[in-house]
């Protein structure tokens, strides 16, 4: 009943763009702090950003700051992550998570819900 689903995610040059979409349903999205993380083959999955449930609320790894945008639409329960200036080392199945804390700090552990991904592969 609950769904998470991504999408957006394909093949770009080093530079480029690309937007994903999560569109979620069976659950009170407003209570949720959501979240995407990323693993690339043979690396533990990473935080990448969360938004609270809280407007202006979020947060970015150290590692895509300055590059990526993520927002939300409540009326829509979906959740986008902009992402700009792509490297190489982005490439990675992509995946939203939804977490009923509102720290927007947790690991991967913490999540309530996930998605089942969407690969972005940044290469030339």
């Known amino acids: 009943q609950v769904q998470l689903v991504e999408s957006g995610g394909g093949s770009v040059q080093p530079g480029g763009s690309l937007r994903l979409s999560c569109i979620t349903s069976g659950f009170i999205f407003g209570y949720y702090d959501i979240y995407w993380f990323r693993q690339a083959p043979g690396k533990e999955r990473e935080r990448v950003s969360c938004?609270?449930?809280?407007?202006?609320?979020?947060t970015y790894g150290d590692s895509v700051k300055g590059r990526f945008t993520i927002s939300r639409d409540n009326a829509k329960n979906s959740v986008y992550l902009q992402m700009s200036s792509l490297k190489p080392e982005d490439t990675a199945v992509y995946f939203c998570?939804?977490?009923?804390?509102?720290?927007?700090?947790?690991?991967?552990?913490?999540?309530?819900?996930w998605g089942k991904g969407t690969l972005v592969t940044v290469s030339s």
């Open positions: 998570a939804a977490d009923r804390g509102s720290t927007c700090m947790q690991s991967y552990y913490g999540m309530d819900y």
């Open positions: 938004i609270g449930r809280i407007a202006g609320r979020t």
